[in-house]
T-cell receptor, first 111, second 114 residues
Framework: AQSVTQLDSQVPVFEEAPVELRCNYS??????LFWYVQYPNQGLQLLLK??????LVKSINGFEAEFNKSQTSFHLRKPSVHISDTAEYFC?????????FGAGTRLTVKP | DARVTQTPRHKVTEMGQEVTMRCQPI?????VFWYRQTMMQGLELLAY????????DSGMPKDRFSAEMPDATLATLKIQPSEPRDSAVYFC????????????FGPGTRLTVT
């Protein structure tokens, strides 16, 4: 069975600074990879996903993530964050129709 | 705009009372998940269904929790009797259940047991 590790539980960063949220997974088979975002008092919503093809995937609000098979990682990055990016971010892995979420990383963007 | 709906959005109850949370998955989705989220434990998978059949409920305390899908448009999660440690936000999510499907989350039910 797969597992997901988000290495940082909290990431504080100043506005307009770059950020990287780390995610590593373990699985014995091919996987699909997702990042979800949860804004305060809301449910999770999909931010971006990797299914196949290009290993670099992007969201509409400037986030991107790169699938690295050799390092079994799917780190999320943004070159310049906004206050509105403050949220909790969850990495998720799916194989054999079974999806598992990481523990989440709380991103706090400070002015 | 298809969405997962959950009722009630908030519930405050006394210890020992029965609590029922309801979820309406997105029409056409055949996989439904129940999650619990707390500050201490984070997001925990309680149970999930595919085509209304329970596939995994290993995350659910069996003595007091039960999850059902009476039909394809309704999933329920019951706690009887409720305890203060059950206080959490309970999320329902649905998905197509095949291939690389994403899960669509409802807004959650915030449960407080006093």
């Amino acid at each position: 069975a797969q597992s997901v590790t988000q290495l940082d539980s909290q990431v504080p960063v100043f506005e307009e600074a770059p950020v990287e949220l780390r995610c590593n997974y373990s699985s014995s088979v091919s996987v699909y990879l997702f990042w979800y975002v949860q804004y305060p008092n809301q449910g999770l919503q999909l931010l971006l996903k990797y299914l196949s093809g290009s290993t670099l995937v992007k969201s509409i609000n400037g986030f991107e993530a790169e699938f690295n098979k050799s390092q079994t990682s799917f780190h999320l990055r943004k070159p310049s964050v906004h206050i509105s990016d403050t949220a909790e971010y969850f990495c998720a892995v799916m194989d054999n129709n079974d999806m598992r979420f990481g523990a989440g990383t709380r991103l706090t963007v400070k002015p | 705009d298809a969405r997962v709906t959950q009722t009630p959005r908030h519930k405050v109850t006394e210890m020992g009372q029965e609590v029922t949370m309801r979820c309406q998955p997105i029409l056409g989705h055949n996989t439904v998940f129940w999650y619990r989220q707390t500050m201490m434990q984070g997001l925990e998978l309680l149970a999930y269904f595919r085509n209304r059949a329970p596939l995994d409920d290993s995350g659910m305390p069996k003595d007091r929790f039960s999850a059902e899908m009476p039909d394809a448009t309704l999933a329920t999660l019951k706690i009887q009797p409720s305890e203060p440690r059950d206080s959490a936000v309970y999320f329902c999510a649905s998905g197509l259940g095949t291939g690389a499907y994403e899960q669509y989350f409802g807004p959650g039910t915030r449960l407080t047991v006093t």
